[in-house]
């Protein structure tokens, strides 16, 4: 599925802790293989880890995500390709409502973006890599 953009990557990721505000901006790297992206960053000189595990069934992408910072527990994620974007849309709770945490891969050109989803269905950019 990323055979097209296979490769290791260098460049910034943007933090955004709040929306709108400037984001946090960072050094970072990731490695894309066939069905698997990783990526390294650091917040307040902590250095953090994710990844994000492809696999298809069908027209149906299911995404396992994690990240030191954002998901340590592995977050199941289900979505589809649409305009040479993988979009996974995964849950997690805080207090006692859902949100969501949507992300995207770019399947053209190498692209990491991550979207936090509050439970009324606002939509905000919580991350970026930008190589």
């Known amino acids: 599925m990323l055979e097209k953009v296979l490769g290791n990557y260098s460049g910034t990721n943007q933090l955004w802790l709040d ?19 990783e990526y390294t960053w ?42 040479g974007i993988v979009s996974v849309l995964g849950h997690y709770s805080a207090g006692d409502q859902t949100w969501g945490w949507r992300l995207e891969v770019g399947l053209e050109k190498f692209s990491l973006k991550m979207f936090n989803i509050f439970p009324d269905g606002k939509e905000c950019p919580a991350v970026e890599f930008s190589p």
Not at 19 to 36: G, H, R, W
Not at 55 to 60: A, L, Y
């Open 42 to 83: 650091s917040f307040k000189d902590k250095q953090r880890q994710g990844s994000l595990r492809f696999s298809q069934e069908g027209e149906v992408i299911k995404g396992e995500f994690q990240d030191t910072f954002h998901s340590p527990e592995v977050m199941p994620c289900e979505g589809s390709i649409q305009n």
């Open 19 to 37: 929306y709108p505000c400037e984001p946090d901006l960072s050094s970072a790297i990731a490695t894309v293989s066939k069905m698997l992206v």
